[in-house]
């Protein structure tokens, strides 16, 4: 314990709402303001329940810094209009994400079972060409997610970082950037190389720990310090890359969401201390 | 359906004897020799019951060829002693294929949670030396197995074919090998030209399929056609290596296991030519 600062932990420590999954915005803003927490990364449908520009006015009385507004993306799909309707549902993501004055627009690019491999990854291409320009005009910066390689046939067609990376070379890196998930990325056997690579893209770091065995393929995550991945060690590699913004704690646990709020939003502090 | 002859999958289908779990050994041979499969890829625990040279003479009175054995590896452990018994136990393993004259014994590296991931990288790099030159004067050939990133944390801190190139790069493709799996490679986004880089080293191609949603991170492997791989796209990579030898069915899944195998075998042959 006590690698950290108090006022350290406050200026990086990031709450993904997530995390505390029962909360609503604002329930989850205010137990930021209670516990000190000064950032926080939103979810898309916590926003629609309160409504954009309600949430934008809740956000700017609180203080509090977005760090994040998940998610854009989900690119694939097997129609014309049905990825149609994905562009423009990211469009409104976007619009979402400038309210709030968010640092960066999460993208999960998604996956569709019926859809090849190569074909959905193709989408993906073609999908960031069409979001990319509006996201600039709009002031928001998007993010690449890299999801961990056991989503690729439901979840995310993005699996490494290179492969992010390869993505959004042809874009300036404060319109694409790259999030790291230590969840996602902690397997990889090239890992220091390759965030090394990511400099300037790094729009956003989010630390978990991975259960062994594990629990569940969407639901066992675990808090820092409960599981195998050395978080220290990647938080270097990301610190080196100049990376000084928020760092997100998000975990999907269903024990977690079965607790009182306020011992998760301890938990999470705690963890965050002795294990980031 | 008969995109293979009756005698081509005759000559490539091999049965991994974990398809059949049930079985006993001289009852997974009995079943191929009923079902005119003539490969068959056998683990170790159903050797033992039988006795290493008891079930060697049992596999030449069949005239099968035994595809593998599974399995070596299981390099990192905490401490030095556990490490070397680790190594006495792949030595023993190397007497076995030798005795069954399997074309490769198969190695899953091993993963330990109190081991960091660097460390057991290392583990593994020291393991092959040791093992690699007892393998050669045995004439059997080691055969490393990517795994899929999601058992990093405790099956195999080997899960890209990349990195099993660089692992096998120190070593003669005659005395170390790579097993491509379906399953555990698919998602790459750079596959074909790691598979193509495999050349030579190419030592055996298990197949079976991805669910989505992934039922069980273990038990969760489908039968060819059930899943979201694209497996005659992967199979005309490998093809392009050269590799011509047996192509196993290795599937982990509960509800096969609970099937009488007489359908399991049908099931098994029937999605062979049809999916692979």
Redesign the interface.
């Known amino acids: 314990m006590g690698k950290w600062s108090s006022m350290a932990i406050k200026n990086r420590l990031s709450l993904n709402q997530m995390t505390v999954a029962n909360l609503t915005l604002p329930q989850a803003v205010d137990s930021c303001a209670r516990h000190g927490v000064l950032n926080i990364g939103l979810w898309r449908h916590r926003i629609e329940e309160v409504g954009t520009f309600a949430a934008a006015q809740l956000i700017k009385d609180s203080g509090i810094n977005v760090s994040s507004v998940c998610r854009g993306g989900m690119f694939p799909d097997p129609s014309a209009n049905g990825r149609e309707a994905r562009i423009n549902d990211n469009f409104r993501a976007i619009d979402q994400a400038a309210a709030l004055e968010a640092d960066s627009l999460v993208l999960v690019v998604g996956a569709d ?1 019926s859809v ?2 190569p074909d959905a ?1 193709q989408m993906v291409v073609d999908g960031l060409a069409r979001i990319v320009p509006y996201a600039q005009t709009a002031g928001v910066r998007l993010a690449l997610e890299p999801l ?3 989503y ?3 979840r995310s067609v ?3 970082i ?2 992010a990376l ?1 993505l959004a070379t042809p874009y300036d890196p404060t319109a694409l950037g790259i999030i790291l998930d230590t969840f996602h990325i ?5 890992l220091e190389a390759a965030i090394a690579r990511c400099t300037t893209r790094v729009a956003g770091f989010h630390v978990c720990d ?5 629990p569940d ?1 969407l639901m066992g995550r675990g808090l820092m310090g409960e ?2 991945i ?1 978080i220290p ?1 990647i938080r270097q590699m990301v610190d080196d890359t100049g990376y000084e913004g928020p760092i997100e704690v998000e975990i999907f646990n269903q024990s977690l969401w079965n607790m009182p709020s306020d011992e998760v939003m301890q938990k999470v502090i705690a963890s965050f201390a002795a294990y980031v």
Chains 1, 2 share one sequence.
């Open positions: 079972p090849p491999l990854r961990h390689p056991m690729a046939g439901d993005l699996n490494t290179d492969h390869a902690w397997w990889d056997p090239a991975w259960l062994v065995p594990l393929v599981g195998v050395e060690r």
